[in-house]
């Protein structure tokens, strides 16, 4: 009887988020992105894609953990390299270079649409614990959404710099 009622427990816990809040995401580019991730970051960031693919948007993570080099690479667009400016951030700057963040965009018959639904699509991230770019006053980024706990870019930049480092992530308290 008791194994009756774990069962039936376990079944009611797993209809809750119907068993897919945190699995792969279907997309296998943006599940490739998540693994990338900082560790503690990845199932919020499936959870956030899965959400929204229950709400009838595909997101797709075109951009995740960017090494310093492909920041400053980034950072060149538009100053001392060909293209628009995309980022305000130079390398240790940014979220990305921590694993913290995402850029999404939604996916509609194969392509990346740039002028979705941003203002639901906040919501979902919101939702599931992420800060919107879209939010920010000085520099508006609508696909950008990140998590870092409470701490600051700075903390972060100068924990990961002196090495305070686990499997490469810097350590998030
Ligand atoms: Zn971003």
Same mark, same amino acid.
């Given at each position: 009887?008791?194994?009756?009622?774990?069962?039936?427990?376990?079944?009611?816990?797993?209809?809750?988020?119907?068993?897919?809040?945190?699995?792969?995401?279907?997309?296998?580019?943006?599940?490739?992105?998540?693994?990338?991730?900082?560790?503690?970051?990845?199932?919020?960031?499936?959870?956030?894609?899965?959400?929204?693919?229950?709400?009838?948007?595909?997101?797709?993570?075109?951009?995740?953990?960017?090494?310093?080099?492909?920041?400053?690479?980034?950072?060149?667009?538009?100053?001392?390299?060909?293209?628009?400016?995309?980022?305000?951030?130079?390398?240790?700057?940014?979220?990305?270079?921590?694993?913290?963040?995402?850029?999404?965009?939604?996916? /509609?018959?194969?392509?990346?649409?740039?002028?979705?639904?941003?203002?639901?699509?906040?919501?979902?991230?919101?939702?599931?614990?992420? /800060?919107?770019?879209?939010?920010?006053?000085?520099?508006?980024?609508?696909?950008?959404?990140?998590?870092?706990?409470?701490?600051?870019?700075?903390?972060?930049?100068?924990?990961? /710099?002196?090495?305070?480092? /686990?499997?490469?992530?810097?350590?998030?308290?």
């Amino acid at each position: 009887m008791a194994s009756f009622f774990v069962i039936a427990y376990l079944l009611s816990k797993r209809n809750k988020d119907g068993g897919t809040s945190s699995a792969p995401v279907s997309d296998s580019l943006s599940e490739a992105k998540i693994k990338t991730l900082h560790p503690k970051v990845r199932d919020k960031a499936r959870e956030f894609l899965n959400k929204a693919e229950k709400q009838g948007i595909k997101l797709r993570i075109v951009s995740a953990y960017r090494t310093y080099a492909e920041q400053d690479a980034l950072y060149a667009k538009g100053r001392t390299k060909a293209g628009s400016i995309v980022t305000k951030a130079k390398a240790g700057q940014s979220s990305h270079n921590f694993g913290t963040a995402i850029d999404v965009a939604p996916l /509609e018959n194969g392509k990346l649409n740039w002028k979705g639904d941003w203002k639901k699509i906040a919501s979902i991230g919101k939702s599931v614990g992420f /800060e919107w770019g879209g939010d920010w006053k000085s520099f508006k980024d609508q696909p950008h959404f990140q998590m870092n706990f409470g701490n600051s870019l700075a903390e972060l930049r100068s924990r990961y /710099e002196s090495g305070k480092k /686990e499997n490469g992530y810097v350590i998030l308290t």
